[in-house]
Nanobody, 125 residues
Framework: QVQLVESGGGSVQAGGSLRLSCAASDSTSSTRCVAWFRQVPGKEREGVAIIHRNIRTTLYHDSVKGRFTISQDNAKNTVFLQMNSLKPEDTAMYYC??????????????????WGQGTQVTVSS
């Protein structure tokens, strides 16, 4: 069982930055991808960014390209999401997720079998 623990959420003004962290209890041998999803009440969970833990390929939702960067620190089994130029529409609960699927470089919620508890990001105008 893989455990994921997010941290780094908070409240910022538009244009500000936040860095989310996702600490995983496993090594890169058991899960292939780590992703960040976000969700606002009444809407479906949407993918934000994915990183393949072994080959380091990344994928971003169009709405965050050029503003968000996903990266990892293998030594600490931690994945980061650096969020710059934040907008009010980025406000959401952000979830870290890990997938053992060979086809994990897709924003498909059901491909991800491990989830963190979420961290709230609020951006005010």
């Amino acid at each position: 069982q893989v455990q994921l623990v997010e941290s780094g959420g908070g409240s910022v003004q538009a244009g500000g930055s936040l860095r989310l962290s996702c600490a995983a209890s496993d090594s890169t041998s058991s899960t292939r991808c780590v992703a960040w999803f976000r969700q606002v009440p009444g809407k479906e969970r949407e993918g934000v960014a994915i990183i393949h833990r072994n080959i380091r390929t990344t994928l971003y939702h169009d709405s965050v390209k050029g503003r968000f960067t996903i990266s990892q620190d293998n030594a600490k089994n931690t994945v980061f999401l650096q969020m710059n130029s934040l907008k009010p529409e980025d406000t959401a609960m952000y979830y870290c997720a890990a997938s053992s699927s060979p086809a994990c470089m897709l924003f498909i919620v059901t491909r991800y079998n491990y989830w963190g508890q979420g961290t709230q990001v609020t951006v005010s105008s």
